[in-house]
């Protein structure tokens, strides 16, 4: 059974950093590309970055570009989303995900396989 388990998720103040992680089991997790997603209350789901297997490639959303980065440790199982400069509007649910391209950084959320509970993240103004 694949399971993918968010953690690192808070309380901040705007200006602050955060850095959540996510611990995959289940699956061979260095043959996976891995992204993050956020949905914020009342809205889809939406991109924020992704990692291809090797952690060679990135992509990420214009909105975060500069603030967050994605990594990964494929000897932990893990991936980790850093936050940065954090504003009120990335305030959200954040959601990592598995997507079975290995090669893939792809924005859309129908290419990944499997997805986490997802942890909150609140910026405060």
């Known amino acids: 059974q694949v399971q993918l388990v968010e953690s690192g998720g808070g309380l901040v103040q705007a200006g602050d950093s955060l850095r959540l992680s996510c611990t995959a089991s289940?699956?061979?997790?260095?043959?996976?590309?891995m992204g993050w997603f956020r949905q914020a209350p009342g809205k889809d789901r939406v991109f924020a970055a992704a990692?291809?297997?090797?952690?060679?490639?990135?992509s990420y959303a214009e909105s975060v570009k500069g603030r967050f980065t994605i990594s990964r440790d494929n000897a932990k199982n893990t991936v980790y989303l850093q936050m940065n400069s954090l504003k009120p509007e990335d305030t959200a649910v954040y959601y990592c995900a598995a997507n079975p391209n290995r090669y893939s950084t792809n924005s859309y959320p129908n290419y990944y396989s499997y997805w986490g509970q997802g942890t909150q993240v609140t910026v405060s103004s």
């Open positions: 289940g699956l061979l997790f260095s043959t996976y590309a």
């Open positions: 990692i291809n297997s090797g952690g060679t490639s990135t």
